[in-house]
Structures are given as C-alpha cells and as structure tokens.
C-alpha cells in the first residue's frame, strides 16, 4: 500500500499532471493493492529542503519501496540518496534502467497542436538562419544568449530570452488550449508563455531554417533527461543542432535519430559536438546567402522526414513499455 505520496510539483488542474498521472496509474494501482508499503516520491521542483523532510518521514515510518518519479521534470532524487535506508528504490521516468520512460515524448504524440495551412517544408518563407527560443533563464541559456548578443546574432536569427536579460518573441498566435496545458502563472516573471505543445508563432518558424535547441539542462546525458524543446523540431520538420555538451549526439544516437553535426562541412569545419563551436557556426551560417538556407533544407529533408517518422515510431516503443508494465515488484 501506498502510505503517503510527496509532491510539491504541477497541480492536477493541468493536463501535463493529468497525464502523468495516467501514465502512472497502472503501476500505482498494483502498488496500492500490495500487502507491503510504500511512498511515492516526485522529482518536480524537488529540493534539497524537501528532501530533509522526506528523510525524516522515512525514518519514522519505513517502508518497503521507495519510488522515485521524474516524468515533468528531471531526475533529482536519485536512488544513491537513499542508501541510509532499507527500502528498495524503483525509479520511473528519466532514470536509465528498466524504469525508464520518455513522458514527453509521449505528451506530445497526445497533445502536440500541429500547424493549419502551412508548409513546413516549404523554402519560399526563408529568411532568417536559425531560430533559438528560450523562457526560463536557466545559467546554460544565459550564457548563449550572451555570445549570441556579443556577435550581433540575435538579431540575425530569431532569438528570446525569458526574464530581464533578453528579449520575448510576439507568439500572440498561440492557441489558448496550449497555454492551459502548463502553468502559466510566471508570465509576468519570464514575459513569454510557457508553451509547451505547439511550435509558437508559425510565421516566425517557417521564417528560420535551423533550430536552436537549448533544453532545460545543459548535461543531458549526465542529467538524463530531455523536454519537448528536443522533440518540436521534428515534429516542425527542420533540422536542429541542440545546445549540450556532446551536441545531444548520443541521446539521439541512443533512441534511433538522426543528427546534423555532420552536415554544414561545406560552410565550415567546425567540430559542432563542441559546445563552443555553436556559436562561432551560427555565425559562418548566418553570413550565408538566402539561397543557402533554402537549398539546405531541401538537401536535409530526407534526415528531415526521417526524424519525423521515427520520432512516432519511437513513441511506439515508450507505448509498449506501457503495456508491459513499467516496472515488476518483486
């Protein structure tokens, strides 16, 4: 049985929790029914603090299992924190095991809001090289967006920066049913709405030929875990560079997609898995003619479509996993 559940993340009232919650509740429902005991722990807006508080609940009351969810936000209480204790962790989402689930890769297979009446592989809309959006100002951001600012590029591509430090980006488009899909409520902090399932303000997109991805932590692999910053691009059909410190390279190797870092060895020789590469290429593409843009994505638009394609099949298999049962008591 389940004796208490800690979570100080998203409300109920948003789909992206209601989801979640979905997604879980096979697995919690066999937990509840099971003779021995349990606590259900959260990774979202998970702090040091909290976790003081959960370890002096736990003491006083132990249990059986101890089960570690990171579906919304990335893995912070990991099973190592725990070892003071006799309980068996089981960890669900983005942990690498047998736990593991992409819970936004899923969220946006069900509520991504695809464009109406646009092509999106269309070239004639290309004017800008790359499109590099950001809301929270997290350090990693905040630091590209400098060097983006230092060489002028920020107005060469299409580039925000939520809070004081940057710049928001008109997404007046934006459907409202989106925006009701996650908190909103630090609009006024961040100046950009926090939309999560939907490519923003179309024109804007089709304008630019490269995406910019720069994901809630910088340490993918180290964090091991990705939002659907990484996934939008696909279902957008443009070619992406991610802002990590590999180039994303073997996350996306891992789950079967294609990357571009070896692409744009006719501009430059650039070592874009390099983190400080990125910048420095943004610049040789954005001193490229129009036509460059335009005929590079034509060139791509196989990898393009592959990606595409994949990225439903790869839902597939988190759907199977599903099926499956994510993880077995034993």
């Keep these: 049985m389940i004796l ?28 509840s029914n099971s003779e021995k005991t349990a606590v259900v722990i959260n990774s979202t807006w998970y702090t040091d603090d909290y976790h003081q508080e959960i370890l002096v609940y736990l003491h006083k009351h132990p249990v059986d299992y101890i089960v570690l969810i990171s579906m919304l936000d990335f ?12 309980a068996k962790v089981i960890e669900i989402g983005y942990y690498a095991g047998s736990g593991e689930l992409d819970y936004w890769a899923l969220f946006l297979d069900r509520y991504f809001f695809p ?29 590209l967006y400098e060097q983006l600012r230092q060489r002028g590029l920020h107005t060469r591509g299409i580039v925000s920066m939520g809070g004081t430090t940057g710049t928001a980006v008109q997404s007046a488009d934006t459907d409202i049913a989106v925006l009701e899909l996650a908190p909103n409520s630090d609009n006024n902090q961040y100046g950009i709405p ?3 399932a939907s490519l923003g303000n179309i024109e804007n997109w089709c304008r630019c030929f490269l995406n910019v991805v720069t994901e809630t932590v910088y340490n993918i692999n180290e964090c091991h875990f990705v939002s659907e910053k990484i996934y939008k691009p696909m279902l957008g059909m443009r070619p992406f560079l991610i802002y990590a410190d590999d180039g994303g390279e073997q996350w996306l190797t891992d789950r079967g997609f ?7 060895t006719d501009i430059s020789d650039l070592d874009l898995r390099q983190s400080d590469n990125l910048v420095p290429f943004l610049e040789v593409l954005s001193a490229q003619p129009t036509q460059y843009w335009q005929k590079k994505l034509v060139d791509l638009h196989q990898k393009i479509v592959y ?8 839902v597939d298999e988190q759907k199977f996993k599903m099926q499956k049962g994510i993880v077995c008591l034993t």
């Design 115 to 143: 464009p109406h009446s646009i092509d999106l592989c269309g070239i004639d809309l290309i004017d800008r090289p790359f499109i590099c959006l950001n809301r929270k100002p997290h350090d990693h951001r905040i630091r």
């Design 75 to 86: 893995a912070i209480p990991r099973a190592g924190r725990y070892q003071e204790l006799s």
């Design 4 to 31: 208490n559940t800690f979570d100080i993340g998203w409300g109920n009232n948003f789909k992206t929790k209601q989801f979640e919650q979905e997604l879980l509740q096979p697995f919690l429902s066999i937990l």
């Design 258 to 264: 294609v990357n571009y870092l070896d692409d744009f």
């Design 307 to 314: 990606n595409k394609e994949h990225f439903y099949r790869y």
């Design 194 to 196: 926090n939309d999560i």
